[in-house]
């Protein structure tokens, strides 16, 4: 599956981005989607997955109620809508996607197999 992220930019703090992830290649509700981030000088951080069918969602605690996962597997399109946006929320985001994964899982980057370029998010103060 190819994967491609967009929907980042400039917002000020408070703010709101929705970002997207198209899939083509195979269907998207084979897989568990999950969205990361990496900041400048940082490592790729877990933010947000869903399973194929929605039903369970899981998010970082730096996140929660803020950002919202979600997916239409008919527009093979996962979505993180992002309110009160702050600055430490800078960062490249990546949608990734998963044919299996564990539970306990769902935060690590080495459990997705398949990742999009990325889309910057930059916050502003």
């Known amino acids: 599956v190819q994967l491609q992220a967009f929907g980042g930019g400039l917002v000020q703090t408070g703010g709101s981005l929705r970002l997207s992830c198209a899939a083509s290649?195979?269907?998207?509700?084979?897989?568990?989607m999950g969205w990361f981030r990496q900041a400048p000088g940082q490592e790729r951080e877990f933010v947000a997955a869903i399973s194929w069918t929605g039903r369970d969602i899981y998010y970082a605690e730096s996140v929660k109620s803020r950002f919202t996962i979600s997916r239409d597997n008919a527009k093979n399109t996962v979505y993180l809508q992002m309110s009160s946006l702050k600055p430490e929320d800078t960062a490249v985001y990546y949608c990734?996607?998963?044919?299996?994964?564990?539970?306990?899982?769902?935060?690590?980057?080495?459990?997705?197999?398949?990742w999009g370029q990325g889309t910057l998010v930059t916050v502003s103060s």
């Open positions: 990734a996607a998963t044919r299996f994964v564990n539970s306990g899982n769902y935060p690590k980057p080495t459990s997705y197999g398949y």
């Open positions: 290649g195979r269907p998207l509700s084979s897989y568990v």
